[in-house]
């Protein structure tokens, strides 16, 4: 997958953004099913560079972020590719 496009997982997690050769890249937005939710830039499917997180509580960080989070190993339901 290239491009822009949209998973939903199917624990209910979603993600809507850029994907390179597979991979989450470039900017996106990831929610998890408790309301977390993070927006900014990813790399190699984990949050790598300037983004912001939300937490349910009403909590945020707005910073840098280096490698965290990888979500190779959610399986999805339902993939959608924007043309």
Known sequence: MHGKGLIIYN????YDGDFDHGNIAGKGIF???E???YEGDWVNSK???TG?????NGN????????LATFSDL???LLILYL
Do not use: N
């Open 75 to 77: 399986s999805f339901s």
């Open 60 to 67: 945020r960080y707005t910073g840098s972020w280096v490698s």
């Open 35 to 37: 309301g977390k939710r």
């Open 47 to 49: 949050m790598h560079g």
């Open 11 to 14: 624990d209910t997690s979603m």
């Open 52 to 56: 912001t997180m939300k937490w349910s």
């Open 31 to 33: 929610v998890w099913p």
